[in-house]
């Protein structure tokens, strides 16, 4: 950066910084290392102010990684993940699964006939299982095991799946290594305070010949990029954020072999329209295939790092 209003706006990001470490305790003492290559060139990048409790997000010179910096403290992020969240009742919400799953099956089934090109059958995870929805689906074909942190939602795949439930994090779970042939992390990387420790662990997990799929956003594609701060992927519950560059150098460094990239995701369009009718109230809501449709098909342009839309999902093979 060079000019005074590049120094102006850093000063004022610190100020944002300084200030939303002292509110509360919300916040975690700032850090000035990188999460993933642990270089100390950190500079500020957003500020996010449409929550009630803005946060602020930070970039690594050195390796490109986004983090949320300072995070959330641990009560603070606990408390994000109530039944109020799962219900859609509060500020930082997720949708429930539960009252849509007939919907939603489309596409667990359309991502579970890709999984299944690569391995058809055996021990199977899914981290941030929720209320167990993809996993019963997978259970058609896999033996099925789950991590859920949340209290609520893991009680209520525990009583749909068993005891192959873990209710807690990839940090304390009691399974075996060289246990999984399949791993799904689906929009659960960026809620990880260390996803470098999260990656390793899902290695170590899998056994040889095994196949980690991850979904998240890419923070290289010009998506995230045009609505900078206003892009809809800063939220609370997100501590980090990749590009396909970073993903897949965290990947490799973990020791997986092989990388595959999907943009915007790896199964095609129909899935995402059926599933989308579990929203509509009337005939004219059909109408929003046409966006949902122009979003698939723009995700395809895409050249080396930089895509037109910020959706991706990795396969990773160890």
């Known amino acids: 950066m060079n000019g005074r209003g590049d120094a102006m706006r850093i000063d004022t990001m610190n100020k944002s910084t300084n200030n939303l470490q002292n509110q509360n305790g919300q916040f975690e003492t700032k850090r000035d290392d990188c999460p993933l290559c642990a270089s ?22 050195e390796c490109g990684f986004i983090f949320m910096n300072p995070r959330f403290s641990n009560e603070a992020i606990k408390s994000f993940y109530s039944k109020d969240y799962f219900d859609g009742n509060a500020e930082y919400s997720y949708h429930d699964e ?16 890709v999984i299944r090109t690569f391995i058809r059958s055996g021990r199977f995870l899914d981290v941030g299982c929720a209320f167990g929805g993809f996993l019963s689906a997978a259970s058609r074909y ?20 068993g005891l192959q439930i ?18 799904t992390m689906i929009e659960v990387l960026e809620h990880m305070a260390d996803p470098a420790f999260a990656v390793k662990e899902c290695y170590r997990l899998l056994q040889k010949g095994g196949l980690l799929v991850i ?4 923070m290289d594609g010009l998506q995230a990029k045009i609505f900078g701060e206003n892009y809809a992927y800063y939220m609370p519950g997100h501590l980090s954020y990749f590009s396909k560059r970073t993903l897949v150098r965290l990947l490799l460094n973990a020791g997986f072999s092989r990388i595959k990239v999907f943009h915007p995701v790896e199964f095609g369009l129909l899935p995402k329209l059926k599933k989308s009718r579990g929203d509509f109230n009337s005939i004219l809501d059909y109408r929003r295939w046409l966006r ?19 959706s991706m999902v990795v396969y990773a093979f160890k």
Request: net charge positive; proline share 5%; hydrophobic share 35%.
């Open 40 to 61: 100390h060139r950190i500079t500020p990048y957003r500020t996010i102010t449409r929550w009630s409790i803005p946060f602020t997000v930070d970039r690594c010179a």
């Open 98 to 113: 539960r009252r849509k799953e007939r919907f939603a099956l489309h596409v667990w089934e359309a991502r579970l006939k």
């Open 142 to 161: 896999f033996e099925p095991a789950g991590i859920e942190p949340s209290e609520y939602a893991g009680s209520h795949a525990r009583k749909k799946l």
């Open 166 to 183: 873990h209710i807690g994090t990839l940090a304390d779970h009691f399974f075996p290594y060289d246990n999984f042939l399949v791993i």
């Open 215 to 218: 979904q998240t956003a890419n």
């Open 292 to 310: 949902i449709a122009g979003y698939h098909y723009l995700s395809k342009f895409h050249a080396g790092n930089i895509c037109a839309t910020s």
